[in-house]
Every structure is written in C-alpha cells, then in structure tokens.
C-alpha cells in the first residue's frame, strides 16, 4: 500500500491520539507514555501501520483498509482489533487478550500471536504460517481458512461454520464442538474430546491424538486417517471412516461404517438410543 501522507518516528500517548486517520502511513511510531490513552487509532481508514509498538488498550477499533506490517503488541494490550475489516497483519508479534472480535476480511500472516481469546465472532479470515497461543480460538466464527498453523491452545473452533484447515499442528482440548461444515486436511490435531455435537467433520490424511474423539457427530468422514490413544471412540455418531492402523477402542457406533486395520475393544453396550453402526477389521 503506498500512500502520500506519512506519520514516523513520533511517540503518542494521548487518548485517540490519530483518530479519524485517513489515506496515511505510519512508520517507525511507539504508542505508549504516562497519558495511557486509549482508541489511538479509532475510526481509522486506509492506512498502513508499519514497524511500530504498541502498548495501550483499544488501538485498532472500527478501522477499514490497514495493514499491520513488522509491528508488535505488548502484554499491556487490551481488545486492540474490534469491528475492523479488510485488514492485513503480516510479520508482527501481537499480545494482548481479546485480539481480533467482530472482524471481516481479514489475513494473518507470518505472525505469532499470544492471545486468550482469538478470533471471536469473525468472518472470512484467512491465516497462514503463524503460531497462535490462545485459550478459546475463533469462537463462533465463519468461513476461516488457516493453512501451515500451529496453534497450541485449549478449547478451540467451537460453533464455527465453514472452516477449512490444512498442514497444521493443533494442540488443544475440546476442539470443534458444535461446529458445521469443517474439513481439515493433512495435519495433526491432538485433543480430548474432540468434535464432539459436530456436524459435518471431514479430516482427510490426519493424526488424531487423544481420548474419547469425534463422539455425537452427524456425518462425519475420516478419510486416511490415524488415530493414537483414541479409546471410547465414535459414540453415538454417524461416521463413515477408513482408519489405518490401530484404534484403542470403537464404542456404539449410532450409524455408519469404521475400518481398521485393528482394535483393541468394541463395545456394544449401555446405549441410551438404538445403535447400528459396524466395524470393520481388514483381512478378517
């Protein structure tokens, strides 16, 4: 983005202190001091923040058009990007809790973030090659699309729709509850729980790693996948799934098909509703 105006090597403390900014780069800037000010860069459109540091609350909110390039957020941080579109973040290294809320149209990319909460209540975000720490990551979100991420994290991608993963490494806990219309591909997602009230959970070439997975799922597919200390699998779920390998144990299986190649246990029993799914053992 090259613009005319430009604003660098300036420190701002004041509250709102380029509110309304408009048409403006802003280079090589600290926002921080004694004022703590805060909305700094409130109401702001087209602008390009480059190599800058932030440490005060609210900077980025109801901003159209910017980019975020080489910049940092500091632990100080609170809700710094609400209700803001048609954003770029590239290289940066963002804190704070509460990033990114009620934004639409957004790519991260090349970044590291540390945030709690991540991605709340967002449309159409796109992030590629970046590591993500968060505690609840992308929470009621739609049409996401991360690609070579790793996130490390606890209870992630829950009442999302239309979420597409791939190349990435989840670590986490209740991933995908009550999502609709997630497919992720060639990655590997360790959990507990996972995909639990799911609906319509395609993993393709994945690792699934963790205890009592993918339970209470309607159509789900597991596509040339493994599964690694994954017992009491599958309960009450309608799943079609090739699975190869091992899987601890398979439990009451609502509808459908799952092929092994082995399992520890089956078990067909205790079901509160009428269970007809099969397993089946290749070369039995």
């Known amino acids: 983005m090259k613009l005319e105006k430009v604003i660098e090597n300036k420190t701002f403390d004041e ?22 000010g805060e909305s700094v860069l409130k109401e702001t459109r087209n602008i390009s923040v480059k190599n800058c540091k932030f ?4 900077p980025l909110w109801h901003a159209r058009k910017y980019e975020l390039i080489h910049s940092t957020f500091d632990e100080l941080i609170r809700a710094p990007i609400w209700y803001s579109n048609d954003g770029i973040i590239d ?4 804190e704070g809790v509460k990033l990114l809320r009620e ?3 957004t790519t991260v990319l090349n970044s590291k973030i ?3 909460e991540f ?3 967002c449309s159409n975000i796109e992030v590629k090659d970046t590591t993500i720490h968060s505690e609840y990551i992308f929470l009621d979100s739609k049409d996401v699309r991360l690609n070579h991420v790793e996130f490390i994290g606890k209870y992630s991608f829950q009442y999302m729709e239309n979420l597409e993963i791939d190349d990435s490494k989840l670590d986490t806990k209740d991933a995908f509850w009550h999502s609709k219309n997630v497919t992720v591909r060639n990655s590997i997602v360790k959990g507990e729980y996972l995909g639990w009230f799911s609906e319509n959970l395609t993993l393709i070439n994945c690792k699934i790693i963790g205890t009592q997975p993918l339970c209470y799922c309607k159509n789900l597919k597991l596509i040339n996948c493994e599964m690694e200390d994954t017992d009491l699998s599958f309960e009450y779920s309608e799943v079609e799934a090739d699975i190869k390998g091992h899987v601890d144990s398979i439990k ?3 509808l459908g098909t799952v092929t092994v190649d082995s399992v520890g246990e089956i078990i067909n029993e205790d079901s ?13």
């Open 119 to 121: 991605g709340w209540k």
């Open 252 to 254: 009451n299986i609502k």
């Open 91 to 94: 290289n940066c290294e963002l």
């Open 55 to 58: 440490s005060l609350r609210y």
């Open 114 to 116: 540390t945030s709690p």
């Open 272 to 284: 509160i509703m009428e269970v007809d799914g099969k397993v089946i053992i290749r070369g039995k």
């Open 103 to 105: 934004c639409h149209n």
């Open 15 to 36: 509250e709102r202190a380029l509110y309304n900014l408009q048409d403006t780069e802003v280079k090589n800037c600290i926002f921080a001091g004694e004022q703590d």
